[in-house]
């Protein structure tokens, strides 16, 4: 919790190591988790929405089907149908676009987090 409170005010920016030489994303996937580990699901749902728009604006494909794998697993453990539904999409998608530019590592992961589903 103390962790989402020092990072809310970076919601919408994209994170990077030595002034951007390694970009990490969108701030928003990071706010999803620590939301999402805090029980705080809707703050989590909206931050994971924002950080796929932002990162499919921007083209930043790896990071957009990492976005897309996060919250699909945090949707996944919802009790609604319509979140768990959500989950298999966005799954789908991550898969796809790992599979479209060679994340093999992250494909595999993925992989197997449909096939448990």
Known sequence: AALYDLALPYADGFTGVGASLLSLGHMGRYLGWLAATTGRR???AAHFERAIERTEAMGALPWLALSRFDYARVLATSRTRADRKRARELL????AGAASIGMTGWLE????????A
């Open 42 to 44: 809707r703050e989590a």
């Open 92 to 95: 789908a998608e991550a898969i």
């Open 109 to 116: 992961r993925m992989q197997a987090a449909a096939a448990s």
